[in-house]
């Protein structure tokens, strides 16, 4: 199957999210708050013209080291269920790690559910704070890729 992955508007995030993320939040919460800012880059991977899978960066500060410069947030990643496991999501952060490298950015962090702690891992990241809640998700960690080392 091939797949090609893109920049995307806001607006096509929101299905996604709600199905595989939030289906306990209305599809009107899936708005989010950085989604429209100029710089934020939303991608989704394409199966012909289906829409599979998406992930959202945007500049901001990393909680446990605010002053590192050219930080930005991976937010908003997921793949639809009958597609996971299949390399899409590799891809995805493949794309915005070279997307991210044009634009000079240093390092990328998440708030990763512990669920997903091992994808983020198979693609470098590593773990940098203990377990916390994430209402009304669950347990996440914070995760970081050095993306000069890359
Ligand atoms: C997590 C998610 C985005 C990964 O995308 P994916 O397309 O399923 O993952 P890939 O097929 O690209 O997997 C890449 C690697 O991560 C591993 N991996 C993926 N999901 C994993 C999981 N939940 N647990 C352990 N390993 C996982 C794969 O085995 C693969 O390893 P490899 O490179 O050694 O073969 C996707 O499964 C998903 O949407 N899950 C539900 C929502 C979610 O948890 N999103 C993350 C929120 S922080």
């Given at each position: 199957?091939?797949?090609?992955?893109?920049?995307?508007?806001?607006?096509?995030?929101?299905?996604?999210?709600?199905?595989?993320?939030?289906?306990?939040?209305?599809?009107?919460?899936?708005k989010?708050?950085?989604?429209?800012?100029?710089?934020?880059?939303?991608?989704?991977?394409?199966?012909?013209?289906?829409?599979?899978?998406?992930?959202?960066?945007?500049?901001q500060?990393?909680?446990?080291?605010?002053?590192?410069?050219?930080?930005?947030?991976?937010?908003?990643?997921?793949?639809?269920?009958?597609f996971?496991?299949q390399?899409?999501?590799?891809l995805?952060?493949?794309?915005?790690?070279?997307q991210?490298?044009?634009?000079g950015v240093?390092?990328?962090?998440?708030?990763?559910?512990?669920?997903?702690?091992?994808?983020?891992?198979?693609?470098?990241?590593?773990?940098?704070?203990?377990?916390y809640?994430?209402?009304?998700?669950?347990?996440?960690?914070?995760?970081?890729?050095?993306?000069?080392?890359?």
């Amino acid at each position: 199957m091939a797949i090609s992955v893109r920049p995307i508007k806001a607006e096509l995030t929101r299905s996604l999210r709600q199905q595989i993320l939030r289906p306990m939040q209305t599809l009107e919460e899936m708005k989010w708050p950085r989604d429209d800012d100029q710089t934020t880059l939303h991608l989704g991977a394409w199966a012909d013209d289906r829409l599979v899978g998406i992930v959202t960066l945007y500049p901001q500060p990393m909680p446990m080291d605010p002053q590192r410069p050219q930080t930005w947030q991976l937010r908003g990643m997921a793949v639809d269920s009958q597609f996971q496991g299949q390399g899409i999501g590799k891809l995805l952060v493949k794309e915005a790690i070279s997307q991210l490298q044009y634009r000079g950015v240093q390092t990328l962090w998440c708030d990763a559910r512990v669920s997903a702690c091992e994808f983020y891992k198979s693609m470098k990241f590593v773990v940098i704070s203990k377990p916390y809640e994430k209402p009304p998700v669950g347990p996440h960690v914070l995760m970081k890729l050095d993306l000069g080392t890359l």
